[in-house]
Nanobody, 124 residues
Framework: QVQLVESGGGLVQAGGSLRLSCAASERTFSTYPMGWFRQAPGKEREIVAAISVSGGSTSYADSVKGRFTISRDNAKNTVYLQMRSLKLEDTAVYYC?????????????????WGQGTQVTVSS
């Protein structure tokens, strides 16, 4: 069974940094674009960042541009989200996701595979 396993969430003060990791259980995902979504309490899930198969193309939500960086290591079937200058409004459950197509992952926001989520809490 395909699995995406996130790690690295936690509690951090505003202005601090965290790095999330997501490991895919199958080698196939090294050929898929990958992304990070988040869902804050009472809000809809939104895409945060996405990265192409090669890593040459990335996409970010306006709210995180310049603060978050997505990267991937295909040899390890792992995608990362480096988060800096964290704000209170970054508090959410963060989900790793992937899909064979960029359209479903990014434009439609309906990827076929999801991780279980990891909580990120930013405190003042």
């Amino acid at each position: 069974q395909v699995q995406l396993v996130e790690s690295g969430g936690g509690l951090v003060q505003a202005g601090g940094s965290l790095r999330l990791s997501c490991a895919a259980s199958e080698r196939t995902f090294s050929t898929y674009p990958m992304g990070w979504f988040r869902q804050a309490p009472g809000k809809e899930r939104e895409i945060v960042a996405a990265i192409s198969v090669s890593g040459g193309s990335t996409s970010y939500a306006d709210s995180v541009k310049g603060r978050f960086t997505i990267s991937r290591d295909n040899a390890k079937n792992t995608v990362y989200l480096q988060m800096r200058s964290l704000k209170l409004e970054d508090t959410a459950v963060y989900y790793c996701a992937t899909d064979p197509t960029w359209v479903r992952l990014v434009r439609a926001g309906t990827p076929g595979y999801w991780g279980q989520g990891t909580q990120v809490t930013v405190s003042s």
